[in-house]
């Protein structure tokens, strides 16, 4: 069974940062690809950024610049460096890995607002 936890999210004020992490538990093959999407009331899950098992990243277009992705392959550990937040990332925040098979976390709630 594979699991994935994050962690990190809350209230923070525009302008602000936050550090999201997501551990990959479980029986893991071969993961590709670990990354996050988000997902604000009424609207469709979209990506926001994902890494590669070789170190390549890719970014939404509105957070480029903004958000950074790292991994720890060691530890099976995504990270989401979150800076000069704006009241439109607030989301639920999803850690998404592809290994074999999709897998999702249960998500954590970031929220900017002043």
């Known amino acids: 069974q594979v699991q994935l936890v994050e962690s990190g999210g809350g209230l923070v004020q525009p302008g602000g940062s936050l550090r999201l992490s997501c551990v990959a538990s479980g029986s893991i093959f071969s993961i590709v690809t670990m990354g996050w999407y988000r997902q604000a009331p009424g609207k469709p899950r979209d990506l926001v950024a994902f890494?590669?098992?070789?170190?390549?990243?890719n970014y939404a277009d509105s957070v480029r610049g903004r958000f950074t992705i790292s991994r720890d392959g060691a530890k099976n550990t995504v990270y989401l460096e979150m800076n000069s937040l704006k009241p439109e990332d607030t989301a639920v925040y999803y850690c998404?890995?592809?290994?074999?098979?999709?897998?999702w976390g249960q998500g954590t709630q970031v929220t900017v607002s002043s």
């Open positions: 998404h890995m592809y290994a074999r098979q999709n897998y």
């Open positions: 890494i590669t098992s070789g170190g390549n990243t």
